[in-house]
């Protein structure tokens, strides 16, 4: 049925004009100064109780070597993610949250736990391996889990697929494994001033190689089950509500599952540690990299199926599809403007090129009945953000086509009228193309 689509209601009114009533705590500014405080304060406890447990050498000490591997780890799952990177604040707070909120929480908790044992069994021994085997897989898990399932919840529209879930539960357990590895390695410096151990052989030292260098990815494997099931869950549709609570869940169940396996692996000898590692901890964390990279280039060929309707429509060039479902013609694209126009120009087209994502992954969801009811609106607030920024991004996507692919005769599409523009041709005289006819594509058309 031909119709023509209504503009995007504006922010803060209802769909009639009239502007829509919030109460004082729905307002965006009462959210995150909440947020802000809770995380603020988390930080504050949580640096307590680490200096105290480590001294303040011991904590300076611990925390100037745990953070050496989190740029690398960040840059990592931010690498993951330039196919549609989400925004840095999804990411500050992920790693906010590991590093305050759930760190504090297992710390409580476990702690709790422990001493609850210890004296309901009078066997001190007994319940340090019971908790580092099964109480802190279960509580360090389900506080990481927590930040996952916020942005779930709170940042749908950022949260679309696996590698977002992947990213997010990433990012989380980098933030707690940082602070982990303060008090670890804070109160390894303690026991060496203690002993007068230096170097190689210190306990410090020790600690470093098998935390830092051996195991850095530890924390992040187990989280990354969580974040695959909420991942799986994003993309199910709404009527499976089973599904969307199971697959979390089974995630978590999975990540503390593994948790416990790498926590209990001294207990099985002397060498117990290094056969886990090499016989189940590495495979993991290979079979779960060749499942990201998989997913990613499925996410590339999503952004060139779909992308052609709006090439028949005249909202993009023809050969923009292409580059944009190129990572090495993203990459020339990005240089190409930055050449020309500066860091300015090279900014508006990589937010180009996550926006034209954002519409291949928003209309895949819609053919495949799993889009939401302001699939209309969100289409046409991702169009006019390409429109906006097409006078920088054109030319760089043109240019960046030509480098890295040989020419190819450019054969009319024939699915002209097909989704949501259905014009034909270039807009006139610069403008959108809101005139051009237009076939109305129903997201709620292929449910079941």
């Known amino acids: 049925m031909a119709i023509s689509p209504p503009y995007p209601t504006p922010p803060g009114a209802a769909p009639g004009g009239a502007p829509r009533h919030t109460h004082w705590w729905q307002r965006p500014w009462v959210r995150y100064g909440a947020l802000i405080t809770l995380l603020a304060l988390s930080g504050l406890v949580i640096l307590a109780l680490v200096r105290e447990q480590t001294g303040t050498r011991g904590f300076l000490v611990g925390l100037g070597l745990a953070v050496l591997p989190v740029p690398l780890l960040v840059a990592a799952f931010r690498w993951l993610d330039r196919v549609e990177p989400g925004p840095w604040r999804n990411l500050l707070f992920s790693f906010a949250w590991g590093a305050c909120a759930a760190a504090l929480m297992a710390i409580v908790a476990n702690s709790f736990a422990t001493r609850w044992i210890a004296t309901a069994t009078a066997d001190p021994t007994g319940a ?147 056969a886990v590692y090499a016989v189940f901890m590495v495979p993991v964390f290979g079979l779960l990299t060749w499942l990201v990279v998989w997913t990613r280039q499925g ?63 928003l209309r895949h969801r819609g053919r495949l009945g799993r889009a939401g009811t302001d699939f209309v609106t969100r289409e046409r607030e991702l169009l006019l953000e390409l429109w906006h920024r097409r006078g920088a991004a054109r030319p760089a996507l043109e240019h960046a086509a030509r480098a ?34 237009y076939t109305a594509y129903d997201p709620n058309a292929h449910r079941p």
Not at 408 to 428: E, F, I, M, N, Q
């Open 299 to 361: 996410e590339l060929r999503t952004v060139r199926a779909e992308l052609p309707a709006y090439v028949a429509a005249g909202w993009l060039d023809a050969a923009e599809p292409f580059a944009l479902g190129s990572m090495r013609a993203r990459r020339v694209a990005r240089q190409y403007a930055r050449r020309h126009g500066g860091r300015a120009a090279a900014r508006s087209v990589a937010e180009y090129e996550a926006h034209a994502t954002s519409l291949a992954f």
């Open 128 to 274: 340090d391996t019971l908790g580092s085997t099964v109480i802190a897989p279960v509580v360090e898990e389900s506080a990481k889990a927590a930040a996952v399932l916020l942005v779930f919840l709170f940042r749908r529209r950022d949260f679309t697929g696996i590698l977002d879930g992947v990213v997010i539960a990433g990012v989380t357990a980098t933030g707690f494994a940082f602070t982990e590895n303060i008090l670890y390695l804070g109160t390894a410096f303690g026991t060496d001033q203690l002993t007068g151990d230096s170097g190689i052989a210190s306990v410090t030292a020790a600690t470093f190689f098998v935390r830092v260098v051996m195991s850095p990815f530890a924390h992040p494997l187990f989280t990354v089950l969580t974040g695959i099931g909420f991942g799986i869950a994003a993309l199910s549709t709404e009527r499976q509500r089973a599904r969307r609570v199971l697959l979390p869940l089974g995630g978590l169940l999975l990540a503390m599952g593994v948790h416990a396996l790498w926590n209990g692996s001294s207990a099985l000898g002397q060498y117990g540690f290094l």
């Open 404 to 437: 890295t692919a040989p020419r190819l005769p450019v054969v009319a599409a024939p699915w002209a009228g097909y989704g949501g523009y259905g014009g034909h041709g270039r807009p006139p005289h610069g403008q959108p193309p809101y005139g051009y006819p």
